[in-house]
């Protein structure tokens, strides 16, 4: 043990008591010693003294536990504070809604009790025969004074004529007064009811008899009575969230500890909300995945309890917003555009609604769109409101490609650039003829945007709306739909190619201005390629049935992050599922329902809005599309080499080239002097250009020009051999069938 002393830190102590722990401080080479209790300290500070020290235990606590400050407790509670004007006041949406739900009320109301008014006054007719029997006893116990008369009995009984006297002549006095205000009420009330009787028309009469017969009929009603009105409650109403239930029902899903409430329970919109922190350990996830069982320990309906997590705060902390009334009760939300309107898909279009009722938009402008849920989840009907705001877009160009074959997004049809509807393999040809069309078309695009000046794409290439207004640039939104898109990428044919492209769109095509919206019942790694699920940029995830199909259709670690959409019912919850705008931007939306007939007449209203515009193309302008030319400039050449010759003139070939495709080669050797009239050297300077357009687009196939000299056909000159391109035909036969077997 050390023999050398420290003073330890004064402490204001009493000296002798136990002040603390020392630890001995090994010398060079030696094991630290154990601890002792230093139990006296020296009086003088900085005097060495004797006995054992020294090493003060790290600490790992603060000296003295955190105390907020004023300023800081208050901060954070006015972070918290509810706001100041109620949410009603403030968004103009939940005020309109107040506001037409009051005069809506009230106006049923009045309707409904109206109509019951002949009904109330019979009740009240049948209850007059009481009212006048209980208004005559009354009036004569009041005419007679019957109050009086056990007093007057008592005196009769006690023996005292005077005072009964004097009782008598006042009773009588009293009598003969009511007697005389009832003659006084009585007799003109009895002419005016005979003059009434005489000088009005009979309805009066019969009005003023039934309003005495009614008034009589109240004065006759018992407290015991059944109402003479009608009325109602509405079992859809909620009982009021306490703090006890909320306990109560997350401790009965197993989550033992003590909750802590962050804010009383308040009502938020249309609802209440319950903001938790869970016992330390447990994460709100837990929670949102066992919403049912929530819902069952509150004994609440599913559709009104909504826990979300608040990761922002931390990952225990539980939002819990219960809805006053049932949704699934509650008439449908109609789509803000049922009835009026128009959209520009540069801006938000209503999608749906969020659990308090608030709609929810959705800006499909430079963005993609993947929907995925178990089958009758509600993909269709979220797709419809897509598809239906894409054609309330008057600018917007709609390919629609239902591979269900079912012909639910038929009322889009008749403003559809490109419309089918099927799943047989001739719908999947045309899906795949589609993609590779609007590849084509963002290729095109692309060179557009790249050939304007910067001041016309002030922020990045991409499309703008002033440039997608100017109808010689073509840059206007093209919303291509391919609903039940797992049809054609399972194809055995065309599904590979399929899947490539769209990958390919998915990731280049949003700036512009071509937004793809896929949708698929089976978000597995066949039916739903992985370029798409990486790649996507805007989500919604419908019922699904396990953590791999939530992934692929919300991105890579949503279930884990606790965005579940394995927490709807897809029967009671159709439609309902996480809307992901980004993978921090999430939240929970049920897709507008538009029903079959009423997306015919918006479907009618949206052509109305396009032939005025002019703007309709395509099929929908009755115009024929001719599929995707995929032949190349090989097959081209096989179809016009002449039959025994081995080797050819590239200018010969080029000219046979314009003569069966003048749109493609007619360019290649178009040229301001006809051959016949040019000089020698225009001939050959002609001869070359066509020679060297050839190479160069050869070029990529493999297949290279050479000197060749024809004996009688124009000597020696750039040529192709056929040789040559039979190889190159083989290569991409074996290409071909590589890819599909890929
Ligand atoms: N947003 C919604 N609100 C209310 N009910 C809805 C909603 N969406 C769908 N439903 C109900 O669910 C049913 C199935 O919806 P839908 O046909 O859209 O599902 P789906 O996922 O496309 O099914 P499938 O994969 O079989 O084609 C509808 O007939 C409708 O009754």
Redesign the pocket.
């Given at each position: 043990m050390s023999t050398e002393f420290h003073r330890a830190p004064e402490t204001g102590r009493t000296p002798g008591g136990p002040l603390g722990e020392v630890i001995t401080f090994p010398r060079p080479g030696q094991q630290p010693a154990g601890r002792t209790t230093v139990t006296e300290v020296p009086d003088q500070p900085g005097e060495p003294v004797e006995g054992e020290v020294v090493e003060a235990p790290r600490r790992v606590d603060a000296l003295a536990p955190h105390r907020p400050g004023w300023m800081e407790t208050h901060q954070a509670r006015l972070a918290e504070a509810p706001a100041v004007i109620p949410s009603y006041l403030r968004n103009r949406q939940e005020f309109t809604d107040n506001a037409r739900f009051i005069v809506e009320y009230y106006a049923r109301m009045g309707a409904y009790q109206a109509t019951r008014s002949p009904i109330y006054l019979l009740r009240l007719v049948g209850r007059s025969p009481r009212g006048i029997g209980r208004l005559l006893r009354r009036w004569l116990c009041w005419l007679n004074d019957v109050e009086a008369k056990p007093v007057l009995a008592h005196a009769a009984g006690s023996g005292d004529p005077a005072a009964w006297m004097q009782l008598v002549a006042t009773q009588t006095k009293r009598t003969r007064a009511r007697r005389n205000i009832s003659l006084a009420v009585g007799a003109p009330a009895a002419l005016a009811v005979v003059a009434a009787v005489v000088l009005l028309p009979s309805w009066a009469v019969g009005a003023g008899l039934v309003a005495l017969l009614a008034a009589l009929g109240l004065a006759g009603s018992t407290s015991t009575d059944k109402p003479i009105i009608d009325r109602w409650t509405s079992p859809q109403f909620q009982r009021e969230l306490t703090s006890d239930e909320v306990v109560q029902a997350i401790e009965a899903l197993g989550v033992k500890g003590r909750v802590d409430f962050v804010n009383p329970i308040q009502t938020d919109g249309p609802g209440w909300r319950a903001e938790i922190d869970l016992p330390p350990g447990h994460l709100a996830e837990r929670v949102l995945e066992e919403r049912a069982k929530l819902a069952a320990a509150m004994r609440r309906p599913l559709t009104t309890v909504w826990p979300e997590s608040d990761p922002e705060a931390h990952p225990g902390r539980l939002v819990l917003w219960v809805a006053k009334k049932d949704p699934a009760r509650s008439p449908?939300r109609l789509w803000p555009l049922m009835t009026s309107g128009q959209t520009n898909l540069f801006e938000d279009i209503p999608f749906?609604f969020n659990p308090r009722g608030q709609v929810v938009g959705l800006n499909l402008m430079y963005t993609n769109l993947l929907m995925g849920?178990?089958?009758?989840?509600?993909?269709?009907?979220?797709v419809m409101v897509v598809a239906l705001a894409g054609a309330l877009d008057p600018h917007c160009e709609m390919w629609v490609y239902e591979m269900?074959g079912?012909g639910?997004l038929d009322p889009v049809q008749p403003v559809c650039h490109r419309y089918v509807s099927g799943d047989d393999d001739e719908h999947c040809a045309s899906g795949l003829d589609a993609l590779r069309k609007l590849e084509k078309e963002l290729k095109r695009r692309k060179e557009v945007i790249a050939a304007l000046p910067p001041d016309q794409v002030p922020k990045g290439r991409k499309v703008y709306p002033h440039l997608a207004k100017r109808k010689d640039l073509g840059l206007h939104p093209l919303l291509a739909v391919f609903d039940?898109a797992h049809t054609l990428f399972e194809h055995e044919e065309f599904g590979k190619e399929a899947a490539d492209i769209a990958g390919r769109l998915i990731r280049k095509a949003r700036a512009y201005g071509i937004i793809l919206v896929i949708t698929t019942?089976r978000p597995d790694a066949k039916s739903l390629p992985k370029v798409i699920s990486d790649n996507v940029s805007t989500r919604f995830c419908?019922a699904v049935t396990g953590q791999q199909a939530n992934d692929m259709v919300l991105g890579t670690s949503m279930y884990k992050n606790g965005v579940r959409a394995t927490m709807f019912d897809p029967k009671k919850e159709?439609?309902?599922g996480w809307l992901a705008k980004s993978s921090h931007d999430t939240q929970i939306v049920?897709?507008?329902?538009i029903e079959q007939a009423e997306a015919i007449e918006i479907g009618k209203r949206a052509l109305a809005l396009r032939t005025a515009a002019g703007t309709l193309t395509g099929e929908a302008a009755g115009q024929a599309i001719e599929p995707e030319d995929t032949t190349t400039v090989i097959d081209h050449l096989v179809a016009v080499w002449p039959t025994g010759e081995d080797t050819m003139h590239s200018v010969r070939l080029v000219e046979a080239l314009a003569a069966y495709r003048p749109e493609t080669y007619g360019p290649w050797i178009q040229t301001d002097t006809p051959v016949q009239d040019m000089d020698p050297d225009q001939v050959r300077a002609y001869e070359t250009r066509a020679a060297t357009m050839l190479s160069a687009a050869l070029k990529p196939f493999g297949v290279h020009t050479g000197q060749i000299t024809k004996r009688g056909a124009g000597g020696s000159r750039k040529g192709v051999k056929r040789a040559d391109l039979q190889a190159a035909v083989g290569r991409a036969a074996v290409a071909d069938e590589d890819d599909q077997a890929g």
């Amino acid at each position: 043990m050390s023999t050398e002393f420290h003073r330890a830190p004064e402490t204001g102590r009493t000296p002798g008591g136990p002040l603390g722990e020392v630890i001995t401080f090994p010398r060079p080479g030696q094991q630290p010693a154990g601890r002792t209790t230093v139990t006296e300290v020296p009086d003088q500070p900085g005097e060495p003294v004797e006995g054992e020290v020294v090493e003060a235990p790290r600490r790992v606590d603060a000296l003295a536990p955190h105390r907020p400050g004023w300023m800081e407790t208050h901060q954070a509670r006015l972070a918290e504070a509810p706001a100041v004007i109620p949410s009603y006041l403030r968004n103009r949406q939940e005020f309109t809604d107040n506001a037409r739900f009051i005069v809506e009320y009230y106006a049923r109301m009045g309707a409904y009790q109206a109509t019951r008014s002949p009904i109330y006054l019979l009740r009240l007719v049948g209850r007059s025969p009481r009212g006048i029997g209980r208004l005559l006893r009354r009036w004569l116990c009041w005419l007679n004074d019957v109050e009086a008369k056990p007093v007057l009995a008592h005196a009769a009984g006690s023996g005292d004529p005077a005072a009964w006297m004097q009782l008598v002549a006042t009773q009588t006095k009293r009598t003969r007064a009511r007697r005389n205000i009832s003659l006084a009420v009585g007799a003109p009330a009895a002419l005016a009811v005979v003059a009434a009787v005489v000088l009005l028309p009979s309805w009066a009469v019969g009005a003023g008899l039934v309003a005495l017969l009614a008034a009589l009929g109240l004065a006759g009603s018992t407290s015991t009575d059944k109402p003479i009105i009608d009325r109602w409650t509405s079992p859809q109403f909620q009982r009021e969230l306490t703090s006890d239930e909320v306990v109560q029902a997350i401790e009965a899903l197993g989550v033992k500890g003590r909750v802590d409430f962050v804010n009383p329970i308040q009502t938020d919109g249309p609802g209440w909300r319950a903001e938790i922190d869970l016992p330390p350990g447990h994460l709100a996830e837990r929670v949102l995945e066992e919403r049912a069982k929530l819902a069952a320990a509150m004994r609440r309906p599913l559709t009104t309890v909504w826990p979300e997590s608040d990761p922002e705060a931390h990952p225990g902390r539980l939002v819990l917003w219960v809805a006053k009334k049932d949704p699934a009760r509650s008439p449908r939300r109609l789509w803000p555009l049922m009835t009026s309107g128009q959209t520009n898909l540069f801006e938000d279009i209503p999608f749906g609604f969020n659990p308090r009722g608030q709609v929810v938009g959705l800006n499909l402008m430079y963005t993609n769109l993947l929907m995925g849920g178990v089958p009758g989840s509600g993909k269709t009907s979220g797709v419809m409101v897509v598809a239906l705001a894409g054609a309330l877009d008057p600018h917007c160009e709609m390919w629609v490609y239902e591979m269900k074959g079912s012909g639910d997004l038929d009322p889009v049809q008749p403003v559809c650039h490109r419309y089918v509807s099927g799943d047989d393999d001739e719908h999947c040809a045309s899906g795949l003829d589609a993609l590779r069309k609007l590849e084509k078309e963002l290729k095109r695009r692309k060179e557009v945007i790249a050939a304007l000046p910067p001041d016309q794409v002030p922020k990045g290439r991409k499309v703008y709306p002033h440039l997608a207004k100017r109808k010689d640039l073509g840059l206007h939104p093209l919303l291509a739909v391919f609903d039940e898109a797992h049809t054609l990428f399972e194809h055995e044919e065309f599904g590979k190619e399929a899947a490539d492209i769209a990958g390919r769109l998915i990731r280049k095509a949003r700036a512009y201005g071509i937004i793809l919206v896929i949708t698929t019942q089976r978000p597995d790694a066949k039916s739903l390629p992985k370029v798409i699920s990486d790649n996507v940029s805007t989500r919604f995830c419908l019922a699904v049935t396990g953590q791999q199909a939530n992934d692929m259709v919300l991105g890579t670690s949503m279930y884990k992050n606790g965005v579940r959409a394995t927490m709807f019912d897809p029967k009671k919850e159709a439609g309902t599922g996480w809307l992901a705008k980004s993978s921090h931007d999430t939240q929970i939306v049920r897709a507008a329902f538009i029903e079959q007939a009423e997306a015919i007449e918006i479907g009618k209203r949206a052509l109305a809005l396009r032939t005025a515009a002019g703007t309709l193309t395509g099929e929908a302008a009755g115009q024929a599309i001719e599929p995707e030319d995929t032949t190349t400039v090989i097959d081209h050449l096989v179809a016009v080499w002449p039959t025994g010759e081995d080797t050819m003139h590239s200018v010969r070939l080029v000219e046979a080239l314009a003569a069966y495709r003048p749109e493609t080669y007619g360019p290649w050797i178009q040229t301001d002097t006809p051959v016949q009239d040019m000089d020698p050297d225009q001939v050959r300077a002609y001869e070359t250009r066509a020679a060297t357009m050839l190479s160069a687009a050869l070029k990529p196939f493999g297949v290279h020009t050479g000197q060749i000299t024809k004996r009688g056909a124009g000597g020696s000159r750039k040529g192709v051999k056929r040789a040559d391109l039979q190889a190159a035909v083989g290569r991409a036969a074996v290409a071909d069938e590589d890819d599909q077997a890929g």
